[in-house]
């Protein structure tokens, strides 16, 4: 399976499950909070998503090493 | 140092005189231990991996590039973690360990942990250097992985790293300093960058 097929098989599965949770009719719903809660989780978790990206590759932007003895190395 | 090795250069026809260069080394060193293949014209890397290997007499091959960006004393490293987990592979990674770089300004460090951020997510590929140039490989998987590439540039690096996971070879990896060509500019533009993203979303859609 290509990596492709594996996150829409994913998004496919996680996205049946909160619909089926969101949009039920009335009588399966399920109780008040959770519901108010379920509704926006998606953006809710793309918004996670997009700052744990942003701090990933800050804090590994801010760790790239240097090598100064390398290039020091490389001039004698 | 014990260990049995060849020195094969492929050249093509770089105005700086490198092959002159060779050649003198091959006296010195003698033409069994200096193998210099040069090419008519300028071909390509992945060309030059096979025509390379046409003439490589080891069970190991180490790819590298011959401006001293790739420092040869990390072979040592290289062939002391190949021995340590009997990797088929092992690839030399900028971005963990006392790995590094120099000579990177801000915006290039950004772009690469970038970029390589990107290739994480999608591609979830076991190494934290895909685009790297500086790896060992067993000559057998090196073949077997040559029929099957077929991208260029940066993403056939990605692309060995990729498949070889795939076909079940196993990857170690050793930290190793990138730095820079003392001389020249790099040439990172809009260009490479929408090359890239082509082929890394062609990856994920394929692999």
Redesign the interface.
């Known amino acids: 399976m290509t990596k492709l097929a594996q996150w829409l098989c994913g998004l496919a599965l996680l996205g049946s499950a909160w619909a089926a949770l969101a949009l039920a009719p009335p009588g399966l719903q399920p109780p008040g909070p959770l519901r108010q809660a379920l509704l926006p989780l998606p953006v809710y978790l793309l918004v996670a998503f997009g700052c744990y990206s942003l701090a990933t590759v800050g804090y590994r932007l801010a760790t790239f090493n240097d090598c100064e003895e390398a290039a020091a190395e490389l001039q004698e | 140092s014990g260990i049995d090795f060849e020195i094969i250069i492929i050249d093509d026809g770089s105005p700086d005189g490198t092959q002159e260069v060779a050649r003198q080394l091959e006296k010195i060193y003698g033409s069994d231990k200096i193998l210099l293949r040069p090419r008519a014209k300028k071909l390509g890397l992945g060309t030059a991996y096979i025509h390379g290997m046409k003439y490589a007499t080891g069970d190991f091959i180490v790819i590298m590039d011959a401006d001293?960006s790739h420092?040869p004393k990390f072979i040592p490293e290289f062939i002391r973690k190949q021995k340590e987990g009997n990797f088929d592979i092992v690839s030399g990674t900028?971005?963990k360990g006392?790995?590094?770089?120099?000579?990177?300004d801000?915006k290039r460090?950004?772009i690469?942990?970038?970029a390589?951020?990107l290739t994480q997510?999608?591609?979830?590929p076991g190494a934290s250097d895909l685009t790297g140039s500086f790896r060992l490989y067993r000559k057998e998987v090196l073949q077997k992985l040559m029929e099957k590439c077929v991208s260029k540039g940066y993403v056939f690096q990605m692309e060995m790293i990729v498949r070889a996971r795939q076909l079940g070879f196993t990857v170690g990896e050793v930290p190793i300093?990138f730095?820079d060509r003392?001389y020249g500019e790099s040439k990172l533009g809009g260009n490479e960058i929408v090359s890239f993203l082509k082929g890394l979303l062609t990856?994920?859609?394929?692999?």
């Open positions: 001293l420092h900028r971005y006392n790995g590094g770089v120099y000579g990177w801000l460090k950004l690469s942990r970038g390589n951020f997510v999608l591609l979830r300093s730095v003392v990856l994920f859609a394929t692999t």
